[in-house]
């Protein structure tokens, strides 16, 4: 983790866009904020009735830690219909990209690991089967 405070603001590049920029946004108790809001429910929509209500970077601690020290984890649903996902793609300050895949239709806790923190940049969409 950087010694660098910390920026949850993210703002979307246009109207209707589906990609967001601001941060960097590194590990701790903020909520990701986006055009204002926290409850990013109303903005991070897909198909089918699937959102994402807030996403947060926090310390990863389980399996595999050494290599993947941090985890943005992102509550919200995938879209009802059979292989419709939600994804989320994440572009940490490091360059590295995270891809998380929302395909449960009850609002549950996503998470992705990551090797570095300092989350710049996403985007979402909604597609079928397994590939973006």
């Known amino acids: ?6 920026n949850p603001v993210f703002t979307t590049t246009g109207e209707g866009s589906q990609t967001a920029n601001g941060g960097p946004m590194f590990t701790g108790p903020d ?11 109303t903005i991070i929509t897909g198909q089918n009735g699937a959102y994402v209500k807030n996403i947060t970077v926090e310390p990863y601690d389980g399996f595999m830690s ?3 020290p941090f985890q943005i984890i992102a509550i919200g649903c995938g879209p009802s ?7 989320l793609d994440f572009i940490n300050e490091s360059g590295e990209t995270a891809t998380l895949s929302l395909a449960s239709t009850s609002e549950e806790s996503h998470m992705v690991k990551c090797k570095t923190d300092g989350l710049i940049s996403f985007n979402w969409h909604t597609t079928m ?3 973006t």
């Open 66 to 68: 050494e290599t993947y």
């Open 1 to 6: 983790m950087s010694n660098v405070s910390s």
């Open 31 to 41: 909520l990701l904020e986006l055009n204002g809001q926290t409850d990013l429910s």
């Open 81 to 87: 219909g059979a292989g419709m996902r939600l994804y």
């Open 129 to 131: 089967g397994e590939g």
